[in-house]
């Protein structure tokens, strides 16, 4: 199922690409989301937005999420009712159809490589230009460490900080219940949750002890949030 719905965005895409790079991506954010509605009503998932404040759609973020499930992704554009662009690893890129998809729709960085991260700083940058928020794992990759989070990278905070746009964080509670990051024969029905906390404004912040402790901030906010709704727990 995941499959077809898949080549179905692809054809879509392939049309969308024409329109320019910022109407083709927003266009590939609106076309997931729809097949995230279909493909979460197949297999059983139910999708549910808790806001712990009102939420300003009409406002630019730096969202960030814990990160434990591949199942976080399919979140992303569930929750995202707003222009966004995710910051994504390279090496998404590889896999076939999905990553054609992919590269259109976030913004890649390598993290092994200095002149690509500065690259993809860049790009955030300009993004942000254009009215569109950006959504990062400031974990980096899977959280497998057995606590709520591990540590956070500086990107999220240095581009909050150095474009002044406040930062949104997101839990994802469920996602590793639903999907087990060990294997893709994992995936079980049931509630998943997305919660959005309240946004950590970045004013007055300007310099590097600002962005650690901008980042100290949203990591305690994440970490308190996590635990009160129950940490996403590794499964077998």
Not at 39 to 58: A, C, F, K, Q
Not at 106 to 134: C, E, F, N, P, T
Not at 156 to 173: D, G, N, S, Y
């Amino acid at each position: 199922m995941f499959i077809a719905l898949m080549l179905m965005v692809f054809v879509l895409v392939l049309f969308y690409l024409p329109l320019g790079k910022v109407k083709a991506g927003n266009l590939v954010y609106k076309t997931c989301r729809i097949w995230g509605i279909i493909w979460y009503s197949l297999i059983g998932i139910w999708h549910r937005e808790i806001y712990e404040v009102p939420h300003n759609r009409n406002k630019q973020y730096i969202f960030v999420a814990n990160h434990s499930s591949y199942m976080d992704i399919p979140s992303v554009v569930m929750c995202m009712h707003q222009p966004v662009r995710v910051l994504g690893k390279y090496e998404m890129v590889h896999y076939p159809v999905f990553g054609f998809i992919y590269r259109v729709a976030v913004i890649l960085v390598d993290r092994s490589d200095a002149a690509h991260r500065a690259q993809s700083l860049r790009a955030l940058k300009a993004a942000i230009k254009h009215g569109i928020s950006i959504f990062i794992f400031p974990e980096g990759t899977f959280n497998e460490t057995g606590k709520p989070l591990k540590a956070f990278y500086d990107g999220a905070f240095r581009t909050a900080v150095e474009t002044q746009t406040p930062v949104k964080p997101i839990l994802f509670v469920d996602n590793n219940e639903r999907l087990n990051q060990k294997s893709i024969f994992s995936l079980t029905p049931g509630i998943s949750r997305c919660v959005f906390l309240d946004e950590i404004s970045v004013e007055g912040y300007a310099d590097k002890q600002d962005i650690k402790l901008l980042k100290q901030k949203v990591y305690a906010a994440m970490d308190e949030g996590l635990r009160r709704y129950g940490s996403p727990k590794p499964r077998p």
